[in-house]
């Protein structure tokens, strides 16, 4: 459907799906696509574009936040002051 209806229960759940196994798949290969190819594709299916575009936002935000958790993160002003 090109126009935007909102995705029945079952969308929702076959896209939120999708997304775990690809989320999954990244997670056991370092983040490396190539090995997850069938995996996005079938995200790509099952969830709307902008779905697709927000959760690769997410993804890449949640990396972030647990890259700074892990790493710490140290604003450089604060250097010097304790």
């Known amino acids: 459907a090109a126009e935007m209806a909102a995705p029945t229960m079952e969308e929702r759940k076959a896209c939120w799906g999708a997304r775990d196994e690809f989320w999954q798949c990244l997670d056991s290969h370092g983040d ?3 090995k ?3 995996l996005r594709r079938a ?3 099952r969830c709307p574009q ?3 575009k927000h959760f ?3 993804r890449d935000f949640l990396k972030y936040k647990k890259k700074l958790e892990t790493e710490g ?3 450089p002003d604060a250097a010097g002051k304790s």
């Open 36 to 38: 997850c190819e069938k």
């Open 50 to 52: 902008q779905w697709v």
């Open 43 to 45: 995200f790509e299916s």
């Open 73 to 75: 993160y140290r604003p």
């Open 32 to 34: 490396d696509a190539t």
């Open 56 to 58: 690769d936002k997410r």
